[in-house]
């Protein structure tokens, strides 16, 4: 059987303009941005060429534009770096439990350098209430960070809604937008948000490359030091070649059928309730959720058998069996599912690439398993 990949979520294969460019820019990238020479100014083009894509791609100005290694770095610098700027001041930093590890362990870090953070909850779709926002903050609250979309169930969090608390009390507002560039609209005026993470690999784009949009009106300390690359912001030549395919993949993303793929992705849930009713319930937000995410939870056998016996398909869980005991991911504690649902989640997230013919695939091959 041929091999079905449903791990878009986790990481997206390039696209093919994205390859031509990373040919392109293979034996033409050698210079140094920095320099002033032919090479140099080749180079330096190429990044701000990118700069410039992307920006449009989430209505920003090229110069609130910010690449780093990834989403982790980005988040990681909107964090540590508003906790640096409260000085000796009290740091009071607001999230929520569902956020990605690259925002939670920075957290939990900034906890013990002394920062105090409140976790915000959600309801049993996933979902945070901007009260519940509105009401955790503090005289001493220096940032708001709420993911636009969960990375497992795929729920998208009310942003602008959030955002019109957040400027009623004039504080900082940060979104990791790197599972929803490119699934649904992204607009940083829209969304109200001051700071907002990209990574490339989640939209078919390299490994190694992303972004931070920070407003022209905030401003935080380098994260890392050395010489005035990114405008002093971010220390550290410039990675040419993937900034160049990042760019390219904005490019490609404002032309992606997402409605393509989301009928695919509804597709596959209307066959799995066909096929098995009794077996099958659905995780997450039914409506306010990314087009192309599906995540499911099945009765009677755990996600990590389930994949097991479909070694063709390449799919995710939310929850890891050790020796008889089951560790659910925070996302799953917070819908308030129990051990034994949780194991028989799955998350299936489907992509450019994704055919009917791997949702075919793949409800022949549950038919096996669970009838």
Known sequence: MHHVYMDYNASTPLSPNVKNVLSYWMDRSYGNPSASHWAGKEAKQAVETARTRLAAFIGAEPEEVIFTSGGTESNNYVLKGVYENCGNKPCHIITTTIEHPAVLEPCRYLEKMGASVTYIGTD???????????????????????????????????????????????????????????????????????????????????????????????????????????????????????????????????????TAVKRRRDLFWELLQQNFPLRVHRNGHPVHTLPNTLHVRFTGITGEDLLKQMPFLAASTGA????????????????????????????????????????????????????
């Open 124 to 258: 049993s779709y996933g979902r945070v209430n901007p009260l519940d926002i509105e009401a955790a903050i503090t005289r001493d609250t220096a940032l708001i960070s709420v993911m636009h979309a969960n990375n497992e169930t795929g729920t998208l969090q009310p942003i602008e809604e959030i955002s019109e608390v957040t400027r009623r009390f004039s504080i900082p507002f940060h979104t990791d937008a790197s599972q929803s560039l490119g699934k649904v609209p992204v607009n940083v005026d829209e969304l109200g948000v001051d700071f907002l993470t990209i990574a490339g690999h989640k939209v078919y784009a390299p490994k190694g490359i992303g972004a931070l949009y920070m407003r022209k009106t905030d401003a935080l300390p380098p994260l890392l030091h050395g010489a005035s690359h990114e405008s002093g912001r971010r220390a550290g030549t410039e990675n040419v070649l993937f900034t160049a395919a990042l760019g390219e993949a904005c490019m490609d993303a404002a032309s992606i059928d997402m």
């Open 320 to 371: 890891a069996c050790h020796s008889g005991s089951v560790e659910l991911s925070a996302t799953l504690q917070a819908l308030g599912l129990t051990e034994q649902e949780g194991a028989g989640s799955v998350r299936f997230s489907l992509g450019s690439y994704s055919t009917d013919e791997d949702v075919f695939a793949v409800i022949e091959a549950l038919k096996t398993i669970l009838t």
